[in-house]
Every structure is written in C-alpha cells, then in structure tokens.
C-alpha cells in the first residue's frame, strides 16, 4: 500500500469511475464504512470520492475531497479510506489523492445523506 498523496493542484483530474469493473461495488461498500466525525454520514454518500479508478490488475486509485480544506482530520481521512479499501478481497493496492477543484458543496450529497442530515 502506500501512502496518501498530497492535495492535486491545477486543473481538475477527475475522470469517471471504473463503475463496470468487479471490484466497484466493493470498494463503495468499503468507502461506505468511512465516516466524517463531524458530519454523520458515510463520505461516499456525503460526495467526498470523486473517482474510484480500477486498472486490469486491479490497484485502486481514489481522488476524493474534504468538506473544507481545514477539516480537522483532512491529515487522517485519506488513510482511513486507504484501509477501508484495501481490506477488499481481491484489491492489490490503494492509492489516495486529495484535491479541493472542485470544491465540494452540499448539492454533491446523494438523497439517501441529505434525508438522513433533514435536507429533504
């Protein structure tokens, strides 16, 4: 495994996610377990993961954000979701990048958080 990367800078490199590969739903369930301590919804339904890229030999690349630059646990978060996935049964290895471009905002959560937090 390695370490997570420092934040990307410049223009955004989010791409679409590897939706149709094997390991996707997995590794969702597995970023589902992941918690913002402030906020009490998982960071994939919050809108944190930007994308979930899976290669061939299935490593895991992982471009997510923060709800705010200064997140009390923006140094620990990136891996906590490094751990989660990589517990996945067949994920070779987990590489984390952060980014702020695009800034996340609320209208990034899925309906399942913004019910559950009274937004609906």
């Avoid at 919050?46 to 009390?72: F, K, Q, R």
Wanted: aromatic share 6%; net charge negative.
């Amino acid at each position: 495994m390695t370490e997570a990367q420092p934040p990307l800078e410049g223009a955004p490199l989010i791409k679409p996610s590897s939706t149709d590969h094997t390991l996707y739903d997995s590794v969702v369930e597995a970023c589902r377990t992941v918690f913002d301590p402030e906020i009490p919804v998982n960071i994939f339904d919050l809108g944190l993961i930007y994308t979930i890229d899976i290669s061939s030999e299935n490593m895991v690349d992982i471009i997510m954000t923060l709800t705010a630059p200064g997140c009390p646990v923006a140094g620990e978060m990136p891996g906590w979701v490094e751990n989660a996935v990589s517990a996945v049964p067949g994920v070779q290895d987990v590489r984390v990048q952060m980014t702020f471009d695009p800034p996340w905002g609320m209208n990034m959560m899925s309906d399942e958080a913004r019910l559950e937090l009274g937004f609906m």
